[in-house]
């Protein structure tokens, strides 16, 4: 049987987290880990890697991933100038479009192509920009497919039915892809209510990822804005015990809607003095209002080291936290607490450089030690 090759597009910086996605299926091999993108290779047929026109619940399967696409080409990169164009040109001539649709078919997709668009993306310098690189393809595939083309120039969105290629060129290759589903993965169906701050939906579920959740634990998302979190917590591992605070009522109306029928409880509550008891939390999950797109309300204006304080009291002995912070320097306040940074990783999103971190609970001799310094000064 003849493996079909898929890639899935992630947010920089979620490469690895994507990648071990993708290797827990245990029906799929990975065949590179590039920028923003893992290409793997998967041998089961008939299998749905995207929820959008596949799966009953219309939920992705890989929740960490932006899109996946099936390849259609990869080849060397072209070079840097106008007239390098027509590389690519040649790269949409190549293209198998009767397999790839039957291909898509057979894991969900659409069954038709109904109009072409293209998004294109490139590193390095060129004397030619991402929709000179979105027209020259996107225009020799509409033409072979026989259906219209949508070009993205003038800024206005594809119409309904438009089956949606990526294109990246990253100095090493060319690579020219076909999405699986009919809108992209990242673009939850359960996320129809959001507020300032939302969290993107795949950076959330990375976080429930890394916070190894089991059965029977108590997750709580102190902020928990329009319930992203807590949801693909859910999503990630049914069973657990669900609890989000926030003190904005259109945040906590949207956690309800978003999160319908699932077992999320989310109440009235300030991060800076939480309606609950200490050491009852296994799991803290949680993209804190620092003033980026929201502002620290209640307890936490003028005092953001509160939060630092109800984080240290409500987790467990065996507790962890999994947080997203724009910045390293509130870290000193969860060591001085008993909180040790076990994991910093830098991502990539929108603009902003935020830190996904996880903490764990000191152990006696470090906790006493810092304990000591903080009481000292």
């Given at each position: 049987?003849?493996?079909?090759?898929?890639?899935?597009r992630c947010?920089?910086?979620?490469?690895?987290?994507?990648?071990?996605?993708?290797?827990?299926?245990?029906?799929?091999?990975?065949?590179w880990i590039?920028?923003?993108?893992?290409?793997?290779?998967?041998?089961?047929?008939?299998?749905?890697w995207?929820?959008h026109?596949g799966s009953?619940?219309?939920?992705p399967?890989?929740?960490?991933?932006?899109?996946?696409?099936?390849?259609?080409?990869?080849q060397?990169?072209?070079?840097?100038h106008k007239?390098?164009?027509?590389g690519?040109?040649?790269?949409a001539?190549?293209?198998?479009l009767e397999?790839?649709?039957r291909e898509?078919?057979t894991?969900g997709?659409?069954?038709?192509?109904?109009?072409?668009?293209?998004?294109?993306?490139?590193?390095g310098r060129?004397?030619?920009?991402?929709?000179?690189?979105?027209?020259?393809?996107?225009?020799?595939?509409?033409?072979?497919?026989?259906?219209p083309?949508h070009?993205?120039?003038?800024?206005?969105?594809?119409?309904?039915g438009h089956?949606?290629w990526?294109?990246t060129?990253?100095?090493?290759?060319?690579t020219?892809?076909l999405?699986l589903?009919g809108?992209p993965?990242?673009?939850?169906?359960?996320k129809n209510?959001t507020?300032?701050?939302?969290?993107?939906?795949p950076?959330?579920?990375?976080?429930?990822?890394?916070?190894?959740l089991?059965?029977?634990q108590?997750?709580?998302?102190?902020?928990?804005?329009?319930?992203t979190?807590?949801?693909?917590?859910?999503?990630t591992?049914?069973?657990?015990?669900?609890l989000?605070f926030?003190?904005?009522?259109?945040a906590r109306?949207?956690?309800?809607q978003?999160?319908?029928?699932?077992p999320?409880?989310v109440?009235?509550g300030?991060a800076g003095?939480?309606?609950?008891?200490?050491r009852s939390i296994?799991?803290?999950?949680c993209?804190?209002p620092?003033?980026?797109q929201?502002?620290a309300?209640g307890?936490?204006?003028?005092h953001?080291?509160r939060w630092?304080?109800e984080?240290?009291?409500?987790l467990?002995?065996?507790?962890r936290?999994?947080?997203?912070?724009?910045?390293?320097?509130?870290?000193?306040h969860?060591?001085?607490?008993?909180?040790?940074p076990?994991?910093?990783q830098?991502?990539s999103?929108?603009?902003?450089?935020?830190?996904?971190?996880?903490l764990?609970r000191?152990r006696?001799?470090?906790?006493?030690?810092?304990?000591?310094?903080?009481?000292?000064?």
């Amino acid at each position: 049987m003849t493996a079909a090759r898929l890639v899935a597009r992630c947010v920089r910086g979620l490469e690895p987290a994507l990648g071990t996605e993708i290797l827990r299926t245990g029906s799929a091999a990975i065949d590179w880990i590039g920028h923003r993108e893992v290409g793997f290779r998967t041998w089961a047929r008939n299998e749905t890697w995207t929820g959008h026109g596949g799966s009953s619940d219309g939920e992705p399967r890989l929740r960490t991933a932006d899109d996946v696409f099936l390849l259609a080409r990869r080849q060397d990169d072209i070079g840097p100038h106008k007239n390098d164009l027509a590389g690519l040109a040649e790269l949409a001539r190549a293209v198998d479009l009767e397999g790839l649709a039957r291909e898509r078919r057979t894991r969900g997709g659409p069954a038709v192509f109904g109009g072409i668009e293209v998004s294109a993306s490139f590193l390095g310098r060129r004397t030619y920009n991402r929709y000179d690189i979105e027209d020259t393809v996107g225009r020799v595939l509409a033409e072979r497919a026989g259906v219209p083309y949508h070009t993205r120039r003038h800024g206005e969105p594809p119409p309904p039915g438009h089956s949606g290629w990526r294109l990246t060129l990253d100095g090493g290759h060319a690579t020219l892809l076909l999405r699986l589903g009919g809108r992209p993965a990242h673009r939850r169906v359960y996320k129809n209510a959001t507020v300032p701050g939302t969290l993107h939906p795949p950076v959330a579920a990375a976080m429930a990822q890394a916070a190894e959740l089991r059965p029977g634990q108590r997750v709580l998302d102190p902020c928990c804005g329009a319930g992203t979190l807590l949801i693909e917590a859910h999503h990630t591992v049914p069973g657990v015990t669900l609890l989000g605070f926030d003190l904005d009522p259109a945040a906590r109306r949207a956690a309800r809607q978003n999160a319908g029928p699932l077992p999320v409880a989310v109440e009235h509550g300030d991060a800076g003095a939480l309606p609950v008891a200490d050491r009852s939390i296994d799991r803290v999950l949680c993209n804190p209002p620092w003033g980026a797109q929201v502002d620290a309300g209640g307890r936490l204006a003028g005092h953001p080291e509160r939060w630092w304080h109800e984080l240290a009291r409500v987790l467990t002995d065996e507790g962890r936290a999994i947080l997203l912070l724009p910045e390293a320097r509130g870290l000193g306040h969860a060591l001085a607490l008993g909180l040790t940074p076990v994991h910093v990783q830098q991502l990539s999103l929108f603009g902003s450089r935020p830190l996904l971190v996880r903490l764990e609970r000191q152990r006696d001799g470090r906790r006493s030690r810092a304990r000591r310094e903080a009481a000292a000064r």
